[in-house]
């Protein structure tokens, strides 16, 4: 059973990430979506085990303890975290795996797996982003405010990525990150199984 490649999506809150990773999945059937454990609430049509695992603090921290997560981080004064379960899931379904994390935790994984392929989506500029943020109606003024001045720290820290997607189109933007995908499951495939065969074929003869 081949190794699933890892594939991390970042961008600060209001970037478009989600229906971005949503179009993705439509088109490619070949990822499974990672489902991160959280001690944030419920919102709105959000469901346990589809959306987030959602945990205790007192749970999420006994996982810390016991090491399960793959990474993890406290943004906002909640808990997020891949549990390490996910990698073995993509794997038993012969499925690459999509993770949609913050900054931190894109950095944590990356130490962990180096060979993660973590592509970085920004809206096209801060007064876009503030837009998104207030349109959707979620946050008080204070946190918008707080968010915005995450956004500019994760911005910072874009050239850690392998990929940056500007969001300017939301159609153009997914078509970017399935060409993406398709690129590196094409640089991933071994080379020695592709040509063992063709060898093969010659000591025949």
């Given at each position: 059973?081949?190794?699933?490649?890892?594939?991390?999506?970042?961008a600060p809150s209001g970037s478009g990430k989600s229906t971005l990773v949503n179009g993705l999945m439509e088109i490619d059937k070949r990822l499974r979506f990672s489902i991160s454990y959280t001690t944030r609430q419920l919102?709105?049509?959000?469901?346990?085990?589809?959306?987030?695992y959602f945990v205790s603090r007192e749970a999420f921290e006994e996982r810390i303890a016991a090491r399960e997560f793959l990474e993890h981080a406290e943004v906002f004064g909640n808990y997020y975290g891949t549990h390490q379960s996910e990698i073995e899931f993509a794997e038993r379904e012969g499925k690459d795996l999509l993770l949609d994390i913050d900054v931190q935790g894109a950095a944590q994984l990356k130490e962990r797996i180096p060979d993660a392929v973590?592509?970085?989506?920004?809206?096209?500029?801060?007064?876009?982003?503030?837009?998104?943020?207030?349109?959707?109606?979620?946050?008080?003024?204070?946190?918008?405010?707080r968010r915005l001045l995450k956004a500019a720290d994760e911005i910072r820290n874009y050239n850690r990525y392998d990929y940056v997607l500007v969001?300017?189109?939301?159609?153009?933007?997914v078509s970017t990150l399935v060409s993406i995908v398709r690129a590196e499951r094409v640089k991933r495939i071994r080379v020695e199984d592709q040509i063992r065969p063709i060898l093969a074929g010659f000591e025949k003869g």
């Open positions: 059973m081949s190794k699933p490649c890892v594939f991390i999506i970042s919102r709105g049509k959000e469901k346990h085990g589809e959306n987030y973590s592509i970085f989506v920004l809206a096209p500029s801060r007064e876009i982003l503030e837009r998104r943020l207030r349109s959707r109606g979620e946050d008080s003024e204070e946190v918008v405010r969001n300017h189109e939301i159609a153009d933007s």
